[in-house]
C-alpha cells in the first residue's frame, strides 16, 4: 500500500508556471512508476507524464510535451511536474498515480494500469 499527496496546485496566469509535488508513503517508492494525469470539468482523466522507476524513462502526452517535464527524487519519496508557459486549456484536477506492476524500463498512460492514487491538485490558469 502506498499513499499519495499532492501539493503546488494554483492560480496562474498564461504563460506562468508551477511545480506539483507528489509525496509518496508506504512501500518502497522506487518500486513504483509514476505518472500524473488531470481531470477537467466535464471531460475524462487524461494522461499527462509518466516517468519509470528509476526516472531513466519519460513520456508525455503530446498537449504538454516540451513545455511540462516529470521527474522524481527516490530518496526523497517525491515525484514532480514542472509547468511552464501554462495554457489556460492546462486547467485541471492534477492527479499523480504509482503503478507497482511495470517493469523497471516501464511507464504507461493507461490509467486502469494505476494502482494508487492521490487526491488531486487543483491548477487553473487564466488568460
Known amino acids: 500500500q502506498v499513499q499519495l499527496v499532492e501539493s503546488g496546485g494554483g492560480l496562474v496566469q498564461a504563460g506562468g508556471s508551477l511545480r506539483l509535488s507528489c509525496a509518496a508513503s508506504g512501500r518502497t517508492f522506487s518500486s513504483y512508476a509514476m505518472g500524473w494525469f488531470r481531470q477537467a470539468p466535464g471531460k475524462e482523466r487524461e494522461f499527462v507524464a509518466g516517468?519509470?522507476?528509476?526516472?531513466?524513462?519519460?513520456t508525455y502526452a503530446d498537449s504538454v510535451k516540451g513545455r511540462f517535464t516529470i521527474s522524481r527524487d527516490n530518496a526523497k519519496n517525491t515525484v514532480y511536474l514542472q509547468m511552464n508557459s501554462l495554457k489556460p486549456e492546462d486547467t485541471a484536477v492534477y492527479y499523480c498515480a504509482a503503478d507497482p506492476r511495470l517493469s523497471s524500463l516501464r511507464t504507461s498512460d493507461n490509467a486502469y494500469e494505476y494502482d494508487y492514487w492521490g487526491q488531486g491538485t487543483q491548477v487553473t490558469v487564466s488568460s
Open positions: 516517468i519509470s522507476r528509476s526516472g531513466g524513462i519519460t
